[in-house]
């Protein structure tokens, strides 16, 4: 492991607040290994026996059932992956993916457990993360329930925007395939209601969204603080796609 990248792990919610005798003993266990694009980190059902990090790169985590494969995030650096798994020592309900080419490091669960047990800052900060995630995948469940599909596009352009510093125009992070699989739509469906848009305040330019009028594509969101990530709470690592740097 890199000494240069110690101060972005150690702002990593998880780790902000532990006494540095426990952060510096967790890196000390932790080792870093770079992998190419494409290559299938774990799989659904396997055991965790390491809390990820990734520190370069992009994964995608995704579920397969019966013939079929949904994206559930895409994660950026600098972000940790799966904690719930590791802490209930419980086979990992979602595969994980390269997108191109990532150094990821490895923390062995069995000494995130023991640290967890020593430092009760640690333990506090588990919890939050826990709950955090929750909270993002109660938010995320009621978005594929309550919306429609122009609904939680509209929504996802906002609040991308939004993750970006509230930018007018940005280029989609991620392949379209890999966005219609995440809100829950076909790629084909995820074209014609980027068309439809164009009526409800955005203009495209190849992969570029232009939003050009902000208060007419709120509108045709429905943004609502209790579905939506408005700034409220601190978006965790598993909840959003993509997440972007820290």
Known sequence: MRDEEKPAIRNLPLFRSVATPTFEGLMATTYSQSFPPQLELFRQGDHPDFL??????????HAEWNGRD?????????????LAACIRDMPYLM??????????????AVDLHAAIRRDPELAAAVMTELAG??????????NLKLRTARERLAAWLLN????????????????????ASYLGMTPESLSRTLAALRNEGIALDGPRIIIVDRALLTRAAGLDPLIDDLGA???????????PSR
């Open 133 to 142: 995630s929750y909270r993002g995948m109660v938010r995320q469940a009621k």
């Open 70 to 82: 949904a994206v559930m995030a895409v994660l950026r650096p600098v972000s940790s992956f799966i």
């Open 160 to 179: 991308q925007s939004q993750r970006e510093g509230d930018v007018p125009s940005f280029v989609l992070p991620v392949e379209k395939r890999h966005l």
């Open 95 to 108: 595969s994980a993916r390269t997108l191109e080419r990532s150094r990821i490091l490895m923390l062995p």
């Open 233 to 243: 709470e601190d978006p965790t690592v598993e909840a959003m796609l993509p997440r």
């Open 52 to 61: 990820h990090i990734l520190v370069e790169g992009a994964v995608e985590l």
